[in-house]
């Protein structure tokens, strides 16, 4: 992990959409529940009916804060591609050192945050949950690079379509052993089978399939590589336009979530094994979102709006830890617990959702304004 000042200018769509993205895990998913105990409206229990992930089949708006994050890591990426198969090995043991460090370091920050919360980390290895959210964006991260550095655009292209392609004919054709083809529940999935026999320690609360165990890794590199994409379409904004680039942007994310909606009739779309179709669909909204985020941050002048989601975005692997551990609740009440209770019983909740997301902004405000980012 390195604590950088940079000194070229940053994307602040790309900021402000992970800080987006980041928002509703920092606490800002609890605003709608919290609206419902102030105001009475039901409909604002349809909006919290989306902040929670889908049981099984099907999608939320939660379902996306996941896949968007490994989108944008691809976005990064293909803002400054390189290709470094041609450099000497000297030269490219250097690239592959860092690569392979960003992957192990993410992978063992992800078993930290794993164990968080104050429980700690548990004594025995088969007890220890190595799966993480963290590890699938390094995993993810790391491959893409890989494909980056070493092949050419259509290659890239052509490995995603293989993986989308490949990961729907292994789990809708192919029989599991001592099962049958097609089976899509949780116990009788391939990434059932490749869990019990291949993923060790534990899984996510002892679940027959890990939601980041090891066979849903796959599809989830194509949402790095659709993200590279959409990299490189901004970076040749200049040549294009802006407001062109925001608009083909916009019209592949259309496209991209009508045919993942369209193959949900034979492969449904599925967060926890992370279905071909769950990929499309969430790359669709994962460019939709950036092209509205590029067009309101970078082409108009939206960068004052947006600032509280870009300073989350700036250090959003530092904050992602730091909500499993760092007891931002406890701290909040001890800062303005009194205010929460002076005020009425109905405005309670809202306020406390407020105070907690405060006292995170203020952390990060005070390292953004010091150009403070750190990173993995």
């Known amino acids: 992990m390195t604590v950088t000042k940079p000194t070229k200018q940053r994307l602040a769509s790309l900021d402000a959409l992970r800080g987006m993205d980041m928002f509703w895990i920092l606490g800002g998913q609890a605003i ?11 409909g604002w229990q349809a909006f919290t009916a989306q902040t929670v992930h889908s049981v099984w089949h099907g999608f939320t ?41 960003r992957l192990m370091l993410l992978c063992g920050l ?47 292209a052509m490995t995603a379509i293989g993986l989308l392609l490949g990961y729907w004919i292994l789990l809708c ?5 001592g ?11 391939w990434n059932a089978w490749f869990d019990k026999h291949f993923l060790p320690g534990m899984s996510y609360q002892n679940r027959v399939v890990d939601p980041e165990g090891i066979l849903s890794n796959i599809p989830a590199i194509i949402n790095a ?33 009508s045919l993942g909606w369209l193959w949900d009739l034979q492969f449904p779309v599925n967060k926890e094994l992370w279905t071909s179709s769950f990929v499309l669909v969430t790359i669709g909204w994962s460019a939709i979102l950036l092209a509205v ?15 509280p989601f870009v300073i989350i975005g700036a250090n959003s692997i530092i904050i992602y830890l730091a909500s499993s551990l760092v007891d931002w609740d406890y701290i909040s009440q001890s800062v303005f617990g009194g205010l929460i209770r002076a005020v009425s019983e109905p405005w309670q909740p809202l306020l406390g959702v407020i105070t907690l997301l405060t006292v995170q902004m203020l952390v990060l405000h005070w390292m953004y304004r010091r150009k403070i980012f750190v990173s993995v």
């Not at 709608?32 to 039901?42: D, S, V």
Request: hydrophobic share 55%.
């Open 293 to 307: 985020f590029y067009a309101l941050v970078d082409i108009l002048p939206g960068q004052r709006l947006a600032y």
């Open 61 to 101: 708006f939660y379902d996306l804060i996941f896949p968007l994050f490994i989108f944008l890591s691809g976005v990064a990426m293909g803002l400054s591609p390189k290709r470094i198969d041609h450099l000497g090995w000297q030269e490219r043991q250097v690239y592959y050192r860092k690569a392979l460090k």
């Open 225 to 257: 590589i659709a993200g590279v994409f959409a990299g490189r379409l901004i970076a040749q904004a200049t040549k294009v336009g802006e407001w062109k680039t925001a608009g083909l942007l916009f019209i592949l994310g259309v496209i991209s979530l």
């Open 173 to 177: 054709f192919v029989p599991v052993p």
């Open 110 to 156: 992800g078993i930290l945050y794993n164990h968080g919360w104050g429980t700690g980390m548990p004594m025995a290895v088969d007890d220890i949950r190595y799966a993480s959210v963290l590890s699938r964006i390094a995993i993810a991260w790391f491959c893409c690079a890989m494909l980056v550095w070493h092949t050419c655009l259509r290659s890239q």
């Open 179 to 189: 099962g049958v083809a097609g089976d899509l529940s949780a116990a009788g999935s």
């Open 32 to 42: 709608f529940a919290a609206l419902f105990i102030l105001t009475g409206w039901t």
